[in-house]
């Protein structure tokens, strides 16, 4: 089913055509067809939001190991993996780093050595366990960065960690990284993106999570923003064939994911943005 509208708009290229991929409880996922990302309609209310994030934890428990404080190397080892292949510059004793969705605080922990490090989430639970993980984290409770703006010094080093897929406006986000990050600095952004696998798996595809992925961008869709802002991607790498654990045969699933990876279609993608 395709719909035009004036009323929708594309978060991302501010596209206004768009096909119907999944009738939600209250909604509808909606596929943009001018950049091919995925949007939300209607948003979910400020009530089911909090709610949502309050029991983050417990839901991401049943759901996966996501949150899981014991699987810190494997997190360490995944994310360092990632710097590598998208020719991450590194950090500097000196860097003031932001990690944008800290949750609870896996990343913090593996940078307190490395930098200065601000966490900023809109959960106080699980910001109370990043203030245990990473205890010289500085820990802001908020859904933007606006608190970044009043700041006295300039970011080195942003980390948008499966964050714009969470949030109402992503392009917010981006402005307000453009007012305060350093013109030599970088932005490092993890996201599920829309493309071929989310198109092969249709309303089943993994990512389709009702309010709790508002706004997943294509690669298209994010370099729309970018552009708006004068940044571009420096490096990227992607990953993941569509299926988790438990959907197809273990063998299979490591063959998917390998061919996902080497013909660089994965449904996942880690990019190293800067200034143009």
């Not at 944008?100 to 910001?127: E, H, P, Q, R, W």
């Not at 703006?149 to 406006?169: A, G, N, Q, R, W």
């Amino acid at each position: 089913m395709e719909t035009n509208s004036t009323e929708i708009n594309c978060q991302f290229c501010k596209g206004n055509k768009f096909k119907i991929i999944k009738r939600l409880e209250k909604g509808y996922y909606y596929k943009c067809k001018k950049c091919g990302s995925i949007i939300q309609t209607p948003y979910p209310d400020k009530i089911v939001l909090d709610e949502l994030y309050y029991n983050y934890k417990n839901i991401k428990t049943k759901n996966s190991d996501y949150l899981n404080i014991e699987r810190f190397d494997i997190f360490k080892n995944e994310f360092e993996k990632s710097m590598k292949e998208i020719k991450f510059p590194g950090f500097n004793i000196n860097d003031k780093c932001v990690d944008f969705g800290c949750a609870n605080g896996m990343l913090l922990k593996y940078m307190s050595d490395k930098c200065y490090v601000i966490g900023i989430d809109k959960s106080k639970t699980l910001l109370s366990e990043a203030a245990k993980l990473a205890p010289t984290a500085t820990l802001l409770n908020s859904e933007s960065l606006t608190d970044i703006l009043s700041l006295s010094f300039k970011i080195d080093k942003y980390f948008f960690m499966d964050v714009l897929e969470h949030t109402l406006s992503p392009e917010l986000i981006i402005a307000q990284s453009k007012m305060s990050l350093k013109p030599d600095g970088y932005i490092i952004i993890s996201t599920p993106v829309s493309g071929f696998i989310s198109s092969i798996f249709g309303s089943k595809w993994r990512f389709l999570l009702e309010n709790e992925h508002l706004n997943i961008p294509s690669i298209k869709g994010i370099n729309s923003i970018l552009e708006l802002y004068n940044y571009k991607i420096e490096g990227i790498t992607r990953f993941g064939s569509g299926f988790t654990y438990g959907m197809c045969n273990s063998v299979i699933k490591k063959i998917f994911d390998f061919l996902a990876k080497f013909f660089k279609i994965g449904d996942r993608a880690v990019l190293l943005v800067k200034n143009k």
